[in-house]
């Protein structure tokens, strides 16, 4: 790989989407491909992240291995290094972390998964001083209910070291509300893919508007957008870098056409300006994560820093415009528990939910009849008040108006019913499908079924998390159902029949001459719906001995 003109070391990102699986039991993944081919584009293109990508796309676990391996080998000590995960993550009996690839074995992991420790070998081997690592994998969203994996996976102690940072984040399966069906959505990015793309390509990550978009300003710039958007989601991020890492220039706006890849660091490096920043980082290595048990932000979380000394401020980057009276409404998400015949067959269900609407009064408006809203004259319809400026003159933070609330106008005469909100409260009853085949952690959108914004804007959409309960007698493995069954001795050494309770019904199956325990009697089409194309999975029977 040549050297990148942008810096004096190489910038070279490896992306790996695994979305399609031999194994059943692990259910296909509609986003890796496009995260994949998404933020390939905007790494690769040389106005912002100038790397030089290598895509590897539904390979087996020996190919994976074999990129990784290649990847960190040979490297400079100047070199940025991004790797870029989106797959199911899985652990074993013993905790041990593993990505899963195109042919990996749910029940055998440590010969066809990935193992992060093998990651987090040829890591510590690699001479590059700056690894960025993002992973976009199941196991890392388990503060939904239902959410594949498990919160107890240390991806810390997996993969973080000296001179890494790790940003985690989920990967759901999504479903679009469509007319009288739910049909599947075109593939697109995973909501945390899809935000370090947005932040990237747009250049709204560089929050401190330097025209650099470092690692801790894109997380900071997901954290919060996925929170504006009411996902539930909290992405995390360990850090131990001795500097900050540019990963991007940030394309438009002021002050930001100049290189930003050269002095004063090398190939983005940009040192701490003071202990304070040490501070944070040091915080974010320590093994913080995003939030605490009592939900308050803790050292890795967002923070309103200053981009020249690093100290929380308690401010916002500054916002150009004042902010429209007229705002989308916030997504939602509900947790809704479904049995195991209603997951395997569908079913059509009924909710009620508390949200706004419209205010009829003023239709949105937020004023009285006949009357408009005036400008602000504290901040002259700005928005924006209280100006911090470096020693340059260019602005850097700046509070919303006290007055106006940051929206740059006053309502003399607010609607009498909605309070100048433009919306009211209401309970609303929505029928939706539930298709067949859906399992513990697939998402259905209600696109637009959510909350009306702020002054009769944008309705949002209504996010519903199933969650499949257990059954007191079959047990789920992706779409093939297992159970025992006690066949009596007498029946187990001659053979002969024997009823058999099945999500249909009653079945009659023959049990061979001889059969022993633990001997798994299979039946074809017994299982659950596949939810995408026709045909059921299978029965399996698992033969205990009785008297």
Known sequence: MADSP??????????IATGTYDDRTLSGLRSPGQDCAGLAGVLSDPRVGGFRTEQLKDARAHEVMRALERFFRDRSRDDLLLLHVSCHGIKDDEGHLYLAARDTDRDLPASTAVPAAFLRERMERCR???????????????????????????????LCGHGRAVLTATSRTEYAWEGERVESKVPQPSRFTGALIEGLATGAADLNRDGRITVTELYDYVYESLHRAGVKQRPRM???LEYQVTIARAVGGPGRARDVWGPPGRNGHVPPRDASYAGRRNGAAAGNTATGEDGRRSAAEPSAASPETGADTGQRPEQQYPLPRVRSGLDAVISLEVDLAEAAFGTTRKIQVDTAIVCPTCTGAGTATGTQPQPCETCQGRGQRTRSRDFTGQTLVSKPCRRCKGFGTLLPHPCPECAGDGRVRARRTLTFEIPAGVEDGTRIQLAGEGEVGPGGGK????????????????????????????????????????????????????????IRGGKLLRLAGFGVTHLRGGGRGDLFARIEIGS
């Open 6 to 15: 942008l810096g004096t070391g190489r910038r070279d990102a490896l992306l």
């Open 128 to 158: 590059a001083r700056t690894i960025v690592v993002l992973l976009d994998c199941c196991y890392s969203g388990a503060f939904l209910p239902g959410a594949k994996g498990d919160d107890q996976v240390h991806v810390r102690d997996a």
């Open 459 to 514: 309705a949002a959409d209504l996010y519903i998390d199933i969650v499949e309960r257990a059954h007191p007698v079959f047990q789920r493995k992706g779409d093939d159902l297992h159970r025992s069954l006690t066949v009596p001795r007498a029946l187990a050494t001659t053979g002969g029949t024997l009823s058999l309770d099945t999500l249909d019904g009653s079945h009659t199956i023959r049990i061979p001459p001889g």
């Open 238 to 240: 360990w850090a131990d």
